[in-house]
């Protein structure tokens, strides 16, 4: 029981801090009018209506404070990933519209690879007893992967990033569980989530980009639509030619490589 009052009273601390600095905004105006917006709060987006709306509000507010934009994003960000609520898709988006495709991208890499750890280290101190009692089986299932796996660890982990066998909520939160050295866990992260981020930060600078159909179909436009098509077939070839050679992905594979031995 205090594990998890210690885990509440974190993620209402978090929650009360995210609130203050998302409803105190420094002074500057709204868009498209002159009025100030003190009081207006900012909110997660839940759809693409919400994330387009958003992303105007911002873009128009970061004309006068271009730093305070950044420390909001990045703390819902990291409050996102570090508590596993799910929605970061839509702030890899967002990421790509504020701040341009390649500073989106790094900025959603070293993001989402600090808030992965922050999720590792909450579920370390306040979350071990509470993720084995809720999801005993799948904590087994991914101990006996784990195990079959240890000696090519680093891979396995890069594989579970790039073709995601379980959510990586829960495996940021098993992680821990399964003694998984969180430096291996880190740079798994900040590389195995390249090519997911690739592509929602690539779409987010697009459809900021447009400004009509036509604009869609520009030389530009048709480039990057090309570059997300390569990026997203990387996990495919990656996992199609050296998963075999490296990696116990069933039962199946581990009686194979113990008769081999």
């Not at 600090?114 to 101190?125: D, F, P, R, W």
């Not at 939160?173 to 690539?202: D, E």
Request: hydrophobic share 45%; charged share 15%.
């Amino acid at each position: 029981m205090r594990p998890l009052l210690g885990l509440l009273l974190v993620f209402a601390g978090c929650t009360f801090a995210l609130y203050l600095l998302s409803t105190q905004l420094p002074r500057g105006r709204r868009p498209g009018s002159a009025e100030e917006p003190d009081g207006r709060s900012l909110w997660f987006p839940s759809d693409l209506a919400e994330l387009q709306e958003l992303s105007e509000v911002l873009q128009e507010y970061r004309k006068e404070h271009q730093a305070y934009v950044f420390l909001l994003f990045c703390s819902a960000y990291l409050y996102k990933q570090g508590f596993a609520i799910p929605g970061s898709s839509f702030l890899n988006v967002l990421a790509g519209a504020l701040f341009g495709p390649w500073l989106g991208l790094l900025l959603c890499c070293v993001l989402t690879s600090v808030g992965a750890s922050c999720c590792y280290l909450l579920s370390s101190v306040f979350g071990k007893q509470l993720v084995i009692s809720y999801f005993p089986d799948k904590v087994a299932l991914l101990q006996r992967k784990v195990e079959g796996n240890r000696d090519s660890l680093f891979f396995f982990l890069l594989f579970l990033r790039l073709f995601p066998m379980t959510p990586n909520w829960f495996l940021n939160l098993s992680a821990p569980i399964l003694n998984i050295p969180i430096v291996q866990f880190f740079f798994s992260v900040l590389i195995g989530l390249i090519p997911y981020n690739f592509i929602c930060v690539q779409t987010g600078s697009i459809l900021s980009t447009l400004t009509s159909l036509n604009a869609l179909f520009s030389w530009e436009t048709v480039l990057k639509l090309l570059a997300i098509a390569l990026v997203a077939l990387v996990p495919g070839t990656l996992i199609k030619k050296f998963s075999p050679k490296h990696l116990q992905l069933n039962e199946k594979g581990r009686t194979e490589s113990r008769k081999d031995t």
